[in-house]
């Protein structure tokens, strides 16, 4: 089977601060793969590479290869690359708009208006996030009303809508209470069926939990990536035990 | 000796209320002031009769159709100009040396004395160009007159709106365009708004611009290319020349309710806009 996402030799700089060097790795499909280290190691720009988020911040330049799915990221049409890799971020997200036009936003973005799609959309997107039972009623109503886990919820409903394939999320549960934390994992593995995910996050614990292969970053370099427990059980670099045995970071 | 924070507590809260009070109450003195002496003066043949020899007699209506037809020519044309100035100020460009100077030019710009557009006006529109003293070059004028207020309203409302609608917009596979139209604007409009209002009410209150480069007619315009005079053109003259106290004081109060108005219905406006968005 090809990889959802594949780099070589990737190397990013934010001017000439050089925050990724020489990163290889392969992310296989339908799995969930974590991104671990400390703080401002590189994680969230590995995975805006994905999307090509960081094309937004000046003076970036990279160089190396990115396939998704085999196919070379930069002949990928933009729009249609950002459509396939969607992204949950760290905040809750949805825009100050009914529950409704949240869900349905990308599909606007593309062009579809027919009341009847969006309307399905919405409700399949809604249930497989698990929140149609809940907000059937409460479609008009302001997104902002909801929890920080609906909301988050909601702003993976959002990609669902627009069929990506991929599904980024940097510290998605950052922001939320140990239960909720925990729906949204459980959520994860429901969506592991038909999406690719990569998740970034601080907390060991839940990358050993949902991740069934893990990357380990230090100062922009991919130190070590393979199956989630053999790293943890059986790191084959000194620096990833240090890390997770609490060393450092 | 020190003075015990409780007391300076209670003096500084006491000077803040007595400068608030003294300032509104100079605000109502001045406009109680001049609605007093223009109401009883006002009536509706006032407002839709012609002006009668030179303002000593008749109404106003050409003053009232002047200001109309002026401002509507300098938001015309300065709200467009303006709002998409500052789109491509706050939303296309990379902040560097470029944008910083185009800034300062702006903010000199919203600095410079009306009495330079004026100037500026009259040479350009009014002679250059060949429009004489007329609506159009008034307006013109006026919109260049407000255009950097504009710019400036409207680029710091865009920029207050969160970065992170951008970028969750832009990681949907929304084109900049997009972003700008469905993600930023809708949350930046009562920004824009107010710079737009800001405009107005500017554009209504100018004399100089108005006489240097529309003129002073009294006559009723019959197209944009007639010279006319808005409502503060007529109360300057009237005021300044002594040709009637009476109707002066009367054009300054329907000027002055002009502005309430809008005011009024550009705040219901803005309340509206903000509700519906967050
Ligand atoms: N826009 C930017 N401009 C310049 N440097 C940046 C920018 N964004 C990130 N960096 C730098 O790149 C490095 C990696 O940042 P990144 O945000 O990817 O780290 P991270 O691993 O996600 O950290 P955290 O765990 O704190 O989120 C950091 O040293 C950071 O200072
Ligand atoms: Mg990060």
Redesign the pocket.
Known sequence: MTNALTAKKLDLY??D?H?LKNVNLAIAPKKITALI?P???????LLRVFNRMNEL?AGVKITGEVKIFGRTMNKINLLELRKSVGMVFQRPNPFPLTIYDNVIYGLRIHGISKKDILDETAFTSLTSVGLWNDLKDRLKENALKLSGEQQQRLCIARLIALKSDILLMDEPCSALDPIATARIEELMQDLKENYTIVI?T?NMQQAARVSEECGF?LLGELVEFGNTDRIFTAPSDKRTEDYITGRYG | MRISPAITQRLAKGVLILATISALGVLIFVIGFVLAGGFRHISWSFLTEPILDMGRGGGILPAIAGTILMVFVAIGIAAPLGIASSIYLAEYTEEGRVTQTIRFGINCLAGVPSIIFGLFGFILFVVILGFGWSIISGGFSLAAMILPTIIRTSEEALRSVPKNYRDVAASLGATRWQVVTRSVLPYALPGILTGVILGIGRSIEETAVVIFTAGSAVQMPKSLFDSARTMAVHFYILAREGISNENAYATAAILICTILIINVFAYSLMHRLMRGKS
């Not at chain 1, 703080?39 to 720009?45: F, L, R, Y």
């Open positions: 934010y001017g601060f925050a280290g703080s401002g190691c590189g994680k969230s720009t911040i970034v601080h970053m």
